[in-house]
C-alpha cells in the first residue's frame, strides 16, 4: 500500500513517492534520470538526455501559445540521524506522513526539489492541450555545484518563459538572486620550534549561518574573531588556526594553538564580548594548555593575521532598487593555517555581475600584496530583477484570484538556478516558487501536504493564463 495515498492531489504525491523510492543523491544521476526517460517513453513524449544527468522532456499543448519551461532540479541534499542505517546509494526512503506534514523517518526528505520534479510530471501526464507547449527541464548536481545547470545545452529551448519550482516558502514569488564565485587564497608558510608554552584556544557559541541569507545579521565570523584576538596578543606566535566547514555557511567555531600569554587572549575576548552581546550571547572561549607545535615565525604569524584583517568580509553594498536586499557580500567560509601554508576559502556574491567581478578583483590584489595567490571557481552569473516581467505579473493575479490576498514579490541573496538560465538566455523571463518545506536539508525536513496542493493548483492557474 501506498504510504501517501489519500493525499490530494493525488497523481502528485504519486510520483513524489516514486521519486523517494530511487537513490538520487547529487552526483549520481543514473536511476532518477532512467525514471523521467521511462515516464517520457511511457506518455509519448520527445526527451533529451545529457551527460551531465540533465534532462528535457517536451510536450506539445495550444501551437498559437508560446512554450513555458518548468524547471526542477533532480539530486537531493542526504543525510541522517547517526542511528539510522541507511544507504543512500542503494536505498529508497523510509517515507511517512501524519496526513500534514510528509516526512522521511530519520533522513532529509529531498522534497528540494523531488515535489517539483513530482508537480511537473504529473502535468505532463495530464490533459494539456488548451495551455502553451512544455518544456520541462530536469537538471542535476544542483545542490553542489549547479554542474548540471552550467553544463544545460539551451539551444534546444523555444521558451522565454520560465517558472523554476525550487523555492521553499509558498506565497513568495521569487524574482532576482545572487550569483556567486569562489576564492581560494594560499600563502606559503615557515615554522620553527616553539620557544615558549603552547595554548590551544577554542571559540565556539557563535550563530553562524547561511553566508547569503544571513550575512547582514551583524554575526561574527568565528575565524575573523579569533584572528582579530590573537593580533591583539603582544609577541604571539602561531601553530595553527582551523575554522569553518564549507563557503558558503558563516563560521561558528574556531579553534588556534598559539605560543603567547593565554591571559591576553582572555582579556581581549572579555571586552570583545561586550561588542557582540546583541548578535552572539552564547559566545565562549576556552584556553588550555597543550603539547609543543611547531609555530609560524613572527614573520609569518603577523603576515596571516594581518591579511586575514586586510580582506573584506561580509556585506559590502545594499541594492537600490530593492530595500534591504543585499546586493555584494562576500564570506570567508573555511580557513586552514598552519605548518603547511596557508588557505582561505571565500564565498563572493552579487545581484550585479560587474559588483561580484570587482569584488574578486579586490581580494586576488590584496592577496597578492602579501605574496599569497588566489584562484577563482564556480562562477554563476546573478538573476537580475527586471522591471518589466509579465509572467511576474500572471503569476501575481493568479495567486490574488486563488487566495484573496497578494503575494510576497522578493529578491534572495543567495544563487539560484535562475541566474544560470539568464546568463545563458538573455531574455528570459522567470519567476522561482515553490510549496512549504521545512528544516530542508536535515533529517527534521517535512513537507506541507496541502501547500503541495495549492502550489500546484496556481501552477496551473498560471499556465492557463499564459498567451
Request: glycine share 8%; hydrophobic share 40%.
Amino acid at each position: 500500500m501506498r504510504v501517501l495515498q489519500g493525499l490530494e492531489p493525488t497523481e502528485v504525491f504519486r510520483y513524489f513517492e516514486q521519486i523517494c523510492a530511487i537513490p538520487h543523491p547529487s552526483g549520481h544521476p543514473r536511476q532518477i534520470g532512467d525514471f523521467c526517460a521511462r515516464f517520457a517513453e511511457a506518455h509519448g513524449l520527445r526527451y533529451i538526455r545529457d551527460g551531465f544527468g540533465n534532462l528535457i522532456i517536451f510536450k506539445d499543448g495550444d501551437p498559437n501559445k508560446a512554450p513555458v519551461i518548468l524547471q526542477g532540479h533532480l539530486d537531493m541534499v542526504c543525510v541522517k540521524e547517526p542511528d539510522v542505517q541507511i544507504d543512500f546509494l542503494r536505498d529508497g526512503l523510509p517515507l511517512c506522513t501524519d496526513g500534514e506534514f510528509i516526512f522521511s523517518r530519520g533522513t532529509s526528505l529531498g522534497a528540494d526539489d523531488g515535489i517539483a520534479v513530482a508537480m511537473i510530471l504529473a502535468i505532463l501526464a495530464a490533459d494539456t492541450k488548451d495551455l502553451p507547449p512544455i518544456e520541462a527541464v530536469f537538471t542535476m548536481d544542483e545542490e553542489t555545484s549547479m554542474r548540471g545547470a552550467a553544463g544545460l545545452d539551451v539551444s534546444v529551448l523555444r521558451g522565454r518563459r520560465m517558472i523554476n519550482l525550487d523555492s521553499e516558502a509558498e506565497g513568495v514569488l521569487w524574482v532576482s538572486c545572487a550569483g556567486g564565485e569562489r576564492v581560494t587564497i594560499r600563502m606559503q608558510t615557515e615554522t620553527e620550534a616553539a620557544s615558549a608554552p603552547c595554548f590551544a584556544a577554542e571559540l565556539t557559541g557563535l550563530c553562524g549561518g547561511h553566508s547569503g541569507t544571513e550575512i547582514d545579521k551583524g554575526r561574527q565570523n568565528a575565524v575573523l574573531a579569533t584572528a582579530k584576538l590573537l593580533r591583539s596578543v603582544p609577541q604571539l606566535r602561531l601553530c595553527s588556526l582551523s575554522g569553518g566547514k564549507v563557503d558558503n555557511a558563516i563560521p561558528a567555531e574556531c579553534t588556534a594553538v598559539f605560543c603567547g600569554s593565554p591571559d591576553a587572549l582572555r582579556s581581549a575576548f572579555e571586552h570583545a564580548r561586550c561588542a557582540w552581546e546583541d548578535t552572539e550571547p552564547n559566545a565562549r572561549l576556552s584556553v588550555r594548555p597543550t603539547d609543543a607545535q611547531p609555530a609560524l615565525n613572527s614573520q609569518n604569524t603577523a603576515a596571516v593575521l594581518d591579511l586575514l584583517d586586510a580582506l573584506p568580509n561580509g556585506v559590502q553594498a545594499f541594492s537600490r532598487e530593492i530595500e534591504g536586499l543585499v546586493e555584494t557580500s562576500l564570506n570567508l567560509g573555511v580557513c586552514r593555517i598552519g605548518r603547511d601554508g596557508a588557505e582561505l576559502h571565500y564565498s563572493v556574491r552579487s545581484s550585479v555581475d560587474a559588483a561580484r567581478e570587482a569584488l574578486v578583483k579586490r581580494i586576488t590584489e590584496t592577496a597578492a600584496s602579501f605574496g599569497a595567490s588566489s584562484r577563482t571557481s564556480g562562477g554563476y552569473p546573478a538573476w537580475q530583477y527586471r522591471k518589466d516581467s509579465p509572467l511576474r505579473e500572471t503569476a501575481v493575479q493568479a495567486f490574488t484570484a486563488l487566495t484573496g490576498r497578494a503575494p510576497s514579490v522578493e529578491a534572495i541573496h543567495a544563487g539560484l538556478e535562475c541566474g544560470l538560465f539568464c546568463g545563458k538566455l538573455p531574455d528570459l523571463d522567470c519567476i522561482s516558487m515553490g510549496p512549504d518545506i521545512f528544516d530542508i536539508h536535515s533529517p527534521s525536513e517535512r513537507l506541507s501536504a496541502a501547500s503541495v496542493a495549492r502550489t500546484y493548483a496556481l501552477v496551473w492557474d498560471i499556465l492557463k493564463r499564459l498567451r
